[in-house]
């Protein structure tokens, strides 16, 4: 990936002192160059559901500030719930930028690519291109509704949420989907874990796709914390009975960070119900 150089003129340089916030995670990330478009709606409702699994964006606490990330860009799932700061690139394109303006969008579905058609002419999210397919109200407080496509400038940063990070059980008995979502500092998770109130240890889970994760580890009674594996998206899933315990949960963060809910459903959860924590990154 390209680095952005600081010889864009002086409307560039104010643009970028603009920009320049401090993050929760960390040192600054680099500006680096990218395109985006937008899909879904001037009320970004056609944005809804996705790769990342979070369904009703404005229920799981990400709004219409969203965007499909690029193959290059996605990582397999693993940058569900990052979030970028975007700005249009006026020096490229300065009859289509709103110039002085910026965006902070999270990610949360994939851009597939199109090799039906050439990577510079409409198959913007073909490998290796680093593109962002925002929503269109995200699109539009940096660039017009009729440039389509537009180059941009766009950075890590970390992730702003309101309340606790929040935990909702799909799936059926020995196949337990957990759904993490509204999670703030990097966004990304790296590691789940589970523990029933029938257990001692944690058992932890592992990723199948995007923010969802499972567990690999049978028994009611396993005396341990169980790992999840992401199975799709925001999505972690266990294979173990867990039905008639409360359900604790540890997540770490890609930045190595990690936090533990404790009790978070109760024992009498029901598959399909959402719980809201009073933890957070």
Same mark, same amino acid.
């Given at each position: 990936?390209?680095?952005v150089?600081?010889?864009?003129g002086?409307?560039?340089i &104010?643009?970028l002192?603009?920009?320049?916030?401090?993050?929760?995670?960390?040192?600054?990330?680099?500006w &680096?160059?990218?395109?985006?478009?937008? /899909?879904?709606?001037?009320d970004a409702?056609?944005t809804?559901?996705?790769? %990342?699994?979070?369904?009703? &964006?404005?229920?799981?606490g /990400?709004?219409?500030?969203?965007?499909?990330?690029?193959?290059?860009?996605?990582?397999?799932?693993?940058? %569900?719930g990052? %979030? /970028?700061?975007?700005?249009?690139?006026a020096?490229? #394109?300065?009859?289509?930028?709103l110039?002085?303006t910026?965006?902070?969008?999270?990610?949360t579905?994939?851009?597939p690519p199109?090799?039906?058609?050439?990577?510079d002419?409409?198959?913007?999210?073909?490998?290796?291109?680093?593109?962002?397919?925002?929503?269109?109200?995200?699109?539009?407080?940096?660039?017009?509704?009729?440039?389509?496509?537009?180059?941009?400038?766009?950075?890590?940063?970390g992730c702003?949420?309101?309340?606790?990070?929040?935990?909702?059980?799909?799936?059926?008995?020995?196949?337990?989907?957990?759904?993490?979502?509204n999670?703030?500092?990097?966004?990304e998770?790296?590691?789940v874990?589970?523990?029933?109130s029938?257990?001692?240890?944690?058992?932890?889970?592992?990723?199948?796709?995007?923010?969802?994760?499972?567990?690999?580890?049978?028994?009611?009674?396993?005396n341990?914390?169980?790992?999840m594996?992401?199975?799709?998206?925001?999505?972690?899933?266990s294979?173990? /009975?867990?039905?008639?315990?409360?359900?604790?949960?540890?997540?770490r963060?890609?930045?190595?960070r990690?936090?533990t #809910?404790?009790?978070?459903?109760?024992s009498?959860?029901k598959?399909g119900?959402?719980?809201?924590?009073?933890?957070?990154f």
């Amino acid at each position: 990936m390209e680095r952005v150089s600081m010889h864009g003129g002086l409307i560039l340089i &104010l643009g970028l002192v603009f920009m320049i916030t401090a993050q929760p995670d960390g040192a600054a990330a680099a500006w &680096l160059k990218a395109h985006a478009t937008f /899909y879904g709606g001037s009320d970004a409702s056609g944005t809804m559901g996705g790769a %990342c699994g979070y369904g009703n &964006l404005f229920t799981d606490g /990400y709004g219409i500030k969203t965007a499909a990330l690029s193959t290059a860009l996605f990582n397999d799932g693993k940058s %569900c719930g990052r %979030c /970028y700061q975007i700005v249009c690139d006026a020096t490229q #394109a300065p009859q289509w930028c709103l110039k002085g303006t910026s965006v902070t969008i999270t990610a949360t579905n994939f851009c597939p690519p199109n090799y039906a058609l050439p990577s510079d002419n409409g198959g913007w999210c073909n490998p290796p291109r680093l593109h962002f397919d925002m929503s269109q109200p995200a699109f539009e407080t940096i660039a017009k509704y009729r440039a389509g496509i537009v180059p941009i400038l766009y950075r890590k940063v970390g992730c702003k949420r309101s309340g606790g990070i929040r935990f909702t059980i799909n799936g059926r008995d020995y196949f337990e989907i957990i759904l993490i979502s509204n999670v703030a500092g990097v966004g990304e998770i790296s590691n789940v874990w589970i523990k029933g109130s029938k257990t001692n240890k944690w058992e932890a889970m592992s990723r199948n796709w995007g923010a969802n994760w499972q567990s690999l580890i049978k028994g009611s009674k396993t005396n341990k914390w169980e790992a999840m594996s992401r199975n799709w998206g925001a999505n972690w899933q266990s294979l173990s /009975y867990l039905n008639g315990q409360s359900l604790s949960f540890r997540v770490r963060a890609s930045d190595g960070r990690t936090v533990t #809910a404790l009790n978070v459903a109760p024992s009498n959860w029901k598959f399909g119900q959402s719980f809201p924590s009073s933890t957070q990154f």
